[in-house]
């Protein structure tokens, strides 16, 4: 997690106008807090959101500065701990995105050398690294920069300047780093966003590299300090409507935008992604073993499709992926899925370059172009849902869901693709006030079951993942089965369950008649005309998931009106979750 963005160019440039506007763009990945550094030494910071900063922020010009904003993993949310860090004289200055594993062993070997830390952050050891370096061993920083590459462990994209001196040092290692090459100046910056409105032009660092850029030119360089010879790619970036429009949060905006944002993609699969679709379709085909891999709700999206492809004959799984090491074994035959809305969770990168390293193929869905994940794949289907703003995932799980369905219909699955839009504006249409009744009975509860079943398992974790993080009710989304054997003994009189019950499914009607019995206030989200609280439209067990799936959203949603919490930006998240 965390954003970073360092500029240097030819002309001066506004702090706020250029590098805080970028580093805005970048909020997604962590907003815990905020800071910049420019090249005559000045450091600026504060805790939380980059608008208030950037208000209270006085604004001054320079050729050269870098900023970061802040998903904390070492050390507490403070001033003192917000990014850019510095040696004792303030004359190295650097920021940082990963972990550096071996944090402890070198701040202690530092400390043994006379430096003293400030911060309970791992990026510390960088200034006092360097400081040490250059200034006690007297190295040349191209050297310094080699022994960190020797020395560190873990992860990092790293900007460092040094006061004074119209140079920006970006090294990269497992954390994303890209530079954006504009007329009059280089951005270094975590993904191409930051700078898609400044150039079209970018090179992506790759692990173990760095680059060293004045304001005339740029240099890459491997971790030995080999020069190393660069592909510029031309990126398109269609500029997107970020505006919430007349909605009060970018959530609901996002769930609404869902029957447009849907029939995109669907249409895609005949047009633009078809060779996309035939490529993964082929690959399928050609694997012994496919293994979906994703995290949160990617990893639902992924079980509904493992489901859909199994029931095809194929033989298919899907793991949550920091926990797949535990439990997968690759080879030359397996293809890995990743799905990934921001192509870049380093938990499933990290799995993918296990799998990679002994032969398999990777393929992924995802919705960022460009991202690491899908510069990594052999095909990538990008999943077309526009920029997802909210932290929460919604319009893009749906597409997501959708991709699993073409796949399966690809193997012989019986569904007709062209009603499905159609049907999630009827979903939103004919339940949203139903919802915020539902809503006022539920915001005040504790706890809240989902249960479901096969196909509408996933979607039950779904539900309660968004009752979580949007509104910080505690949820759990259950196998309807596994009730009985442990979880049933929490239910009270008025403890809330939802069900979820495709076409009478048998036994979701029986667990859901088990809680009831034991006092649960009962909501059914059915797909059958008065069969439940909440109907959806007639579908199949696996359409029947998407419907579901908005249904939960919209409630999580408008719960989180009535708590009046911080919607689009839940507390302790990031939309991007780079570090493990
Ligand atoms: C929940 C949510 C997260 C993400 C997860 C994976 O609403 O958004 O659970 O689904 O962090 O992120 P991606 O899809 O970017 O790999």
Same mark, same amino acid.
């Given at each position: ?11 001066? %440039? ?27 030494? &000045? ?16 604004? &001054?010009? &320079?050729?050269?500065?870098?900023? +970061?904003t ?5 050390? !507490? ?23 550096i ?6 701040? *202690? ?41 020797? *020395? ?37 910056? $975590?993904?191409?966003?930051? %700078? ?8 992506f ?11 005339e ?15 510029? *790619?031309?990126f ?13 949060? +970018?959530?609901?905006k996002?769930i ?39 995290? !949160?709700? $990617? ?18 799984? $899907? ?5 797949a ?16 809305? $921001?192509g ?29 994940? *899908? ?51 009827q979903?939103?249409?004919?339940n ?41 009710? +505690? ?32 036994d979701m ?72």
């Amino acid at each position: 997690m965390c954003g970073i963005v360092g500029i240097i160019s030819k002309h001066n %440039f506004s702090i706020k106008n250029s590098l805080l506007k970028s580093l805005k763009k970048l909020e997604y990945r962590g907003y815990d807090s905020v800071g910049f550094a420019t090249k005559d030494g &000045t450091i600026k910071k504060d805790i939380g959101f980059i608008d208030p900063f950037i208000e209270k922020t006085k604004d &001054t010009e &320079t050729n050269l500065a870098i900023s +970061h904003t802040r998903w904390s993993t070492h050390g !507490g949310i403070t001033i003192t701990n917000a990014h850019p860090h510095a040696n004792k004289e303030k004359t190295i200055i650097a920021l940082h995105n990963g972990i550096i594993e071996n944090y402890l062993e070198i701040k *202690q070997d530092l400390e043994s050398a006379g430096y003293l830390f400030t911060t309970q952050t791992d990026t510390e050891i960088i200034p006092h690294f360097f400081d040490y370096e250059l200034n006690k061993k007297k190295q040349t920083m191209q050297k310094a920069i080699q022994e960190f590459f020797k *020395q560190v462990h873990g992860t990092f994209a790293i900007l460092l300047i040094l006061k004074n001196q119209n140079i920006l040092y970006a090294l990269k290692r497992d954390s994303p780093l890209v530079l954006g090459i504009a007329q009059d100046k280089f951005i270094f910056a $975590s993904d191409i966003y930051a %700078f898609s409105d400044v150039t079209n032009k970018a090179i992506f660092f790759e692990d173990n590299e760095y680059a060293i850029a004045t304001q005339e030119k740029f240099t890459f360089y491997d971790k030995e300090g080999n020069e190393i010879k660069k592909n510029v *790619q031309e990126f398109s970036w269609s500029k997107e409507e970020e505006s919430k429009q007349h909605y009060p949060h +970018h959530m609901i905006k996002e769930i609404k935008e869902q029957p447009e944002t849907s029939n995109r993609l669907i249409q895609s699969f005949a047009t633009i992604q078809k060779n996309r679709i035939d490529k993964l379709v082929q690959l399928i085909r050609e694997s012994k073993s496919i293994v979906f891999l994703g995290c !949160g709700t $990617s990893y639902h999206a992924s079980l509904i499709g493992a489901i859909l492809l199994s029931h095809q004959g194929i033989n298919c799984r $899907s793991n949550i992926a920091s926990e797949a090491e535990s439990f997968v074994s690759y080879d030359k035959e397996t293809l890995c899925i990743a799905i990934s809305q $921001s192509g870049e969770t380093m938990d499933v990168i990290s799995e993918l370059k296990r799998a990679k390293a002994v032969g398999a193929t990777i393929a992924s869905i995802v919705n960022v172009p460009y991202s690491t994940i *899908q510069r990594f794949s052999e095909t990538s289907i990008e999943i077309l849902a526009g920029q997802e703003v909210c932290v929460a995932a919604t319009k893009t799980f749906t597409n997501q869901v959708i991709v699993m369905l073409e796949l399966a219909r690809r193997f012989g699955y019986k569904i007709n693709m062209q009603t499905i839009s159609e049907k999630i504006k009827q979903t939103i249409t004919d339940n949203e006030e139903k919802i915020k009744q539902l809503a006022e009975e539920l915001c005040r509860k504790k706890d809240i079951f989902v249960l479901g079943k096969g196909m509408s398992y996933p979607m039950a974790r779904e539900i309660a993942l968004k009752l979580k993080e949007i509104d910080y009710i +505690h949820a759990e989304g259950m196998m309807a089965g596994e009730l009985k054997h442990g979880t049933i003994a929490l239910i009270e009189e008025g403890t809330p369950v939802i069900s979820l019950v495709p076409n009478d499914n048998k036994d979701m009607l029986s667990a859901t008649q088990e809680v009831k019995a034991r006092g649960a206030k009962t909501i059914i989200i059915s797909n059958l005309k008065d069969k439940g609280d909440i109907i959806v439209p007639q579908s199949d067990t696996a359409e029947f998931a998407i419907y579901a799936g908005i249904i939960g959203h919209l409630l999580s949603y408008y719960i989180g009106v009535l708590l009046n919490v911080s919607i689009d930006k839940p507390r302790n998240l990031a939309k991007s979750c780079t570090v493990k």
